[in-house]
């Protein structure tokens, strides 16, 4: 398949504004004609449906939770970037841009992340417009932070719900159009297939998650917005239901998967504490401004944290990163902590963990001013670990966090099957190789109010999409392919249950395919994960039936889907030799151990294309030129 | 006037209507309440305030006309919201622990039909002296009537009983209506009732003296 | 630990329910209270019986998934704690633990521990929103919002939608659901506009929904796991007294 990003000419601050004058427009009166399937209702598919709606098209939202307000989105809690240097403190869109650019490893497309960086500002206007309750400061004006490590405050917060707050804003919106009827919403309700005639994606099947009913929606253009994939390691900060079910199914549908072993792993997460453990919960990287990461010197030093004497604690952060120091980025923090885990000098019961000391900042500011600061997120600490952390120091380990990774999109959002859009967390489009803290909801909002309103409508006025029936071939196939799926699982009737297999895969693929990969463990993880499928179609346990709300069944087709993007990733981070952003190679490291890129041999973006069952992927590449910005190593020294 | 409809239509609407006739009856059982200590004072003083109130002529009946119809819309807006609180839960729960409901508040419609009872015969009792315990009833002396009346044990626990059902009714009430308006100030502990906890003692031992006092041979 | 589960089953939303028995052996205090759950439907997946549902999503009581009656009190013992953070350390060993779904007219159970919460939904397309369609925003600093009117929108906006003060009202009342929504828009001037049509149409739809009035038993601030106050209640009244009058 040829990829064409259809990048806009002109210079990079004309391009997006040039787009919008060239784009074709939909006759107002005809917009109503136009059927748009909006799969997701978070911030992607929210702020999308929303807009849509606004704009008068006949819009349908999916989402699998109970209520659209449910998305993962909501869970977001540090803040929202924007480039609108309110603290003079000399940001800038083209700072923005270049901070992203530079954050994401010199792997993300340049054109995307300025208009990305250019749109950030009309978010923040349009949030507070629905009323986000964003932080003020005490003259009315709203107030910002530093985040992730960043030179300047552009970041914009509202407590530590930011997330909850701009999702509530787009739900809000949402609500109001579904309550006029533009939008029909579609909650428990869950995308099983994507169909595409004659090269165009013309509908979606769906289950009926309370009934089990299979559904065909027919549309003249289908959004995807379902959000990330980091569920391939069972354990994550995602909500439990996330699944790449959606994008996988497109991408058996022609769809391209764009770096898909891109994976964050946030540094600042509470450890795992036993086998039964389900989920793994974020401490806001906000902590990291106050609290001091530190192991014992010692390998195996079991004793409790104060009666290690300072001279025998190593502040590996402070040591490694004298400029940076504990603010140094995600990949980095997250990496020190394995090493020094991985050196028997990790704490608590499993040795993952290392400790996150406030002592230092509660004698230096006062008890006081650490709770007005962190006192929410050191009550959820506190509630899920049973330690008080203004005494003892917080135990945090790393965790799959944010998929960088996902289909691949062009400027217009629109994946390689024309008619398929994909948003949010759910495309590769902006971070690269990683992505900087606070700009997930900075993307995933720009293109659901702002970019795909526009471009999709520029897809049906040129594509002018001819009308299709459920009874066409590909609805009634499609329809069948999920029965028998759904059928087949159900048949098994083996001796494990999903979740067993979920675990085990979770394990391979955090081994062998999480915060350090290397060529041996990647072929290991390659032989394992087939096996582990094997067993999972001859030995897992479905109870109950496809004619009623079955938990179980829902939970055994998203991780069916797992297995198949867990090897993808595999095979994606097998390939690509060097090491960048969240993909470290440790063949590919300089001298004193960081990461070490290949631009020679990497800069592209890698394009995987389905070849059908067990086929080995074909793999496609988008160079990136890079015109306005220069590669550099990334240094935190 | 649909106005008015859509308003009362709404439980906020006929909670509203509740708690302004609740504030009517509050204010009324206080002030009939310090009446009623006059009989401390002895027989002239209660008669005389007792004269005083029927010599007001339509004064007192302007009165009593907003106590029944006060009354009146209490009980209409207490029966029906009643009956969509508990068509709100069809099927209840097999096991549920109230946490910081008080028992007042549980009480409410419980303490209410006891008023109901209360309030009709204790009009015929002393107003209208259609039910005469002590099998006498005097149109001017109030205070014998009292005092006849309260030697008969019955009849005192029956009023010590009616008063008790009464302050519980206004330990809620008298908070809650402040708060059904919309009156309140917001604070940290919403859930805190210092002045209706005053107001309810003060109603409950005002009315209690007498008949007790009465009973207890202080009075007479 | 071990414990005895008392578990509402109800195979659809027209069957039949009732209360089933589970035991609960070797419960690790640190477990939540959904993992422990989770470790009981392993055990009944393996031994063929029907494992137990129940909503939950993001397990870091944000969503607003999580909906459990643990113990006759909406999201368990603990205050200020969804049922997803509530952790088995706040039982003992031999606890009998009764689970229910949320019980009012307005949530009709699906299965099991599953009732469907649409109503809050409708409430809020009724009202609880700011008509700001996509585009034309002036600079988000052209509206001053005092910092103390921010913070009090920020409690009140605070609410996840579980539907915890429903489950835990003895009217089933969606009062404090619905004031925290019109608290969170009416304290900020961008809400001033809509504010007395928001409080008409939003109260409205909760009577179409068929919730309770408001005794103020304050059972639902006590159950939030957010700490809404019923301060939000009489807030919402006022509004609506006005509305009454003005518009
Ligand atoms: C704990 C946590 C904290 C974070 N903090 C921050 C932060 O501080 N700043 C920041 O910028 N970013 C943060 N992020 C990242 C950011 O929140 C997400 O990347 C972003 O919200 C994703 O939004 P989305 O709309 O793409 O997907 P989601 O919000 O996950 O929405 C996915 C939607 O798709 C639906 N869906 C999924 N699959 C299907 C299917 N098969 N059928 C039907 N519907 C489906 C779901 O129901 C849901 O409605 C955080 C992420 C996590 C997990
Ligand atoms: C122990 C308690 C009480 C005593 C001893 C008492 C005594 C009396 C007496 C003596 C009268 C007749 C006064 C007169 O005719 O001038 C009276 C009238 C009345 N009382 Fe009470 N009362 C008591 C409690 C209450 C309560 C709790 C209520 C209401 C809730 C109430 C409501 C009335 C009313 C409505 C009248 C008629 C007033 C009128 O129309 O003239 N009383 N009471
Ligand atoms: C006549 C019989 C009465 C009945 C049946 C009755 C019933 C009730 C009920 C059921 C409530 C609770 C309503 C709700 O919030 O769901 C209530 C509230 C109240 N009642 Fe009564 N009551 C009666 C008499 C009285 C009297 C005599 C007074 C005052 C002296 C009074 C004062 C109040 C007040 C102040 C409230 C609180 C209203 C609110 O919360 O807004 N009631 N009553
Ligand atoms: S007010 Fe509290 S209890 Fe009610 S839905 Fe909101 S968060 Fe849940
Ligand atoms: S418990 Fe119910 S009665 Fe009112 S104060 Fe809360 S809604
Ligand atoms: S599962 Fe999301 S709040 Fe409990």
């Known amino acids: 398949m040829e990829l064409n990003a259809h990048v806009p000419a002109g210079s990079l601050e004309k391009k997006w504004d040039r787009h919008r004058f060239e784009m074709k427009l939909v006759n107002p009166a005809n917009k109503r004609k136009y059927t748009i399937i909006m799969v997701g209702s978070g911030l992607g598919g929210g702020a999308a449906a929303a807009s849509l ?53 010199f792997r993300a497309r340049e054109a995307n992340v300025y208009r990305l960086a250019e749109i950030s500002v009309n978010i ?77 994606a013309r509908g979606i099947i769906t289950r009926n998650l309370v009934t089990g009913a299979i559904e065909s929606h027919i549309a003249d253009a289908v959004v995807l917005g379902t959000g990330g994939y980091g569920n391939v390691f069972y354990l994550s900060t995602n909500a439990k239901g996330s699944n ?28 795992v504490s036993g086998e039964y453990q389900s989920k793994l919960t974020l401490m806001s990287e906000s902590l990291r401004n106050d609290g ?114 996902g289909l691949w999109v062009d400027y217009n959002l629109m994946s390689t099957v024309e008619g398929l859009h994909v948003i949010g967390e759910a495309n590769f489009s902006d971070h690269g190789a990683n992505r900087l803290g606070a700009s997930a909801l900075m993307q995933g909002l720009a293109d659901g109010y702002f970019v795909l309103p526009n471009t999709v409508g520029d897809y049906l006025a040129s594509a002018r999409p001819q009308k299709v029936d459920e009874n066409h071939p590909a609805f009634r196939s499609a329809v069948g392919d999920v029965h028998s799926r759904t059928e087949r699982l159900l048949g098994i009737d083996g001796k494990r249950t999903v979740d067993s297999f979920h675990r085990e895969l979770g394990k391979i693929m955090w081994d062998y395919c999480g915060m350090a990969r290397n060529d041996a463990g990647l072929r290991k993880a390659l032989e394992l994960i087939p096996a582990l499928r094997d067993e999972f179609w001859r030995n897992v346990n479905v109870p109950g039936s496809d004619r009623e709300l079955n938990q179980a069944l829902e939970k055994a087709g998203r991780v069916a889907d797992f297995f198949e993007l867990g090897e993808l990733m595999c095979i994606d981070a097998l390939h690509r030799t060097e090491s960048c952003g969240g993909h470290f190679r440790e063949e590919s490291q300089t001298p004193d151990g960081e990461a070490l890129r290949d631009d020679e041999n990497f800069a592209y973006v890698a394009a995987w294309e389905y070849a059908g069952e067990r086929q080995s992927p074909i793999l496609n590449k988008e160079t990136l030129v890079f015109e306005n910005v220069k590669l550099s190593q990334r240094s935190y020294k | ?39 401390f004072r002895g027989s002239d003083a209660i008669n005389a305030y007792a004269h005083f109130l029927q010599s007001t002529g339509e004064l007192l009946w302007i009165l009593r006309l907003t106590l029944i119809g006060a009354v009146i819309l209490h009980i209409i807006a207490a029966y029906q919201l009643t009956m969509q609180n508990r068509a709100a839960r069809p099927v209840g729960y097999v096991k549920r622990k109230p946490q910081v409901s008080t028992w007042a508040s549980r009480t409410m419609r419980w303490g209410g039909v006891v008023l109901l009872v209360f309030i009709p015969l204790h009009i015929l009792h002393f107003t209208t002296g259609a039910w005469q315990p002590a099998g006498s009833f005097s149109e001017t002396d109030v205070y014998t009537n009292i005092v006849t009346s309260f030697q008969i044990w019955w009849v005192t626990l029956f009023y010590v009983v009616a008063m008790i059902s ?13 708060r059904s308006l919309g009156a309140s100030q917001p604070s940290p502990e919403p859930l805190k009732r210092t002045i209706a906890l005053g107001v309810a003692i003060i109603v409950w031992l005002g009315f209690t003296a007498v008949p007790v006092a009465v009973f207890a041979g202080l009075i007479g | 630990m071990n414990l005895r589960l008392r578990v509402w089953r109800q195979a659809g939303p027209s069957a039949q329910g009732r209360m089933v028995e589970y035991e609960a052996p070797g419960v690790s205090p640190d477990m939540s209270f959904l993992e422990m759950l989770d470790v009981v439907n392993e055990r009944l997946t393996v031994s063929g019986q029907d494992p137990i549902a129940f909503d939950h999503d993001c397990r870091e009581g944000i969503c607003g998934s999580c909906s459990l009656m643990i113990n006759g009190a ?78 009090a929108a920020m409690d009140a906006a605070a609410c996840i939608g579980c539907g915890a003060c429903v489950a835990a009202c003895p009217n089933a009342s969606a009062s404090l659901f619905t004031a925290a929504k019109i608290s969170h828009l009416g304290h900020l001037p961008q809400g001033q506009p809509e504010r007395y049509r928001r409080v008409l149409s939003m109260v409205n739809q909760m009577e179409l929904e068929d919730f309770g009035g408001c005794t103020l038993y304050g059972e639902c601030q006590e159950a939030c796991p957010k700490g809404i106050s019923i301060d939000t209640i009489s807030r919402m009244n006022r509004d609506f007294i006005k509305a009454g009058v003005t518009s």
């Open chain 2, 1 to 39: 006037m649909n106005r008015a409809r859509r308003f009362y239509k709404a439980a906020i609407g006929k909670k509203v209507v509740m708690a302004a006739t609740g504030l009517i009856g509050i204010g009324f059982v206080i002030g009939h309440m310090a009446g009623n200590l006059l009989a």
């Open chain 3, 74 to 151: 909406a999201h368990g013992p603990m205050k200020g704690t969804a049922t997803c953070q509530l952790h088995m350390r706040s039982f003992s060993d031999g606890d009998v633990i009764d689970i229910e779904p949320w019980r009012a007219k307005a949530f009709p159970v699906i299965r099991d521990l599953i009732v469907d919460r649409g109503a809050l939904d409708r409430i809020i397309g009724a009202g609880g929103f700011i008509s700001a369609s996509t585009g034309g925003a002036q600079d988000a600093n052209t509206i001053l919002v005092p910092k103390v009117a921010a913070e």
């Open chain 2, 166 to 178: 009464l302050g519980l009714h206004l330990y809620h009430g008298a908070w809650s209506s402040v």
């Open chain 1, 124 to 200: 923040i206007d349009q949030c507070v417009a629905q009323g986000v309750p964003f932080a003020r400061e005490y003259g009315g004006l709203l107030a910002n932070r530093s985040f992730g490590g960043a030179q300047v405050s552009r970041t914009f917060y509202a407590r530590g719900q930011t997330g909850q707050q701009l999702l509530l804003g787009a739900y809000q919106a949402l609500e109001r159009q579904i309550a006029i009827g533009t939008v029909t919403m579609f909650p428990r309700t869950e995308m099983l297939d994507l169909v595409v005639i004659d090269g165009r």
């Open chain 1, 53 to 105: 709606g606004e704009l008068g098209y006949n819009v349908k939202c999916f989402c699998f939770q109970d209520s659209p307000r449910r998305a993962h989105s909501i869970a977001a809690q540090g803040g929202i970037n924007a480039a609108k240097n309110y603290q003079n403190d000399g940001d800038s869109i083209y700072r923005l841009f270049y901070d992203t650019i530079k954050g994401g490893d």
């Open chain 1, 292 to 405: 001091r990461v530190w192991v014992p010197l010692k390998p195996g030093d079991k004793r409790p944290p104060y009666d290690i004497a300072e001279s025998e604690r190593d502040y590996y952060l402070e040591r490694k990163y004298p400029s940076f120091g504990n603010l140094a980025p995600r990949d980095i923090a997250s990496r020190g902590a394995k090493e020094v885990c991985d050196e028997g000098r990790g704490v608590g019961e499993s040795g993952l963990g290392v400790y996150l000391d406030f002592a230092d900042a509660i004698r230096r500011l006062g008890a006081p001013v650490i709770a007005e600061r962190y006192g929410n997120l050191f009550e959820m600490y506190q509630r899920i670990t049973d330690e008080d952390p203004y005494k003892v120091p917080m135990r945090i380990y790393p965790a799959v966090h944010y998929t960088m990774g």
């Open chain 1, 244 to 271: 790449a079910t959606a994008i996988w199914r497109a991408h058996k549908r022609g769809a391209a998967f764009a770096n898909p072993c891109f994976t964050q792993i946030h540094p600042t997460c509470i450890p």
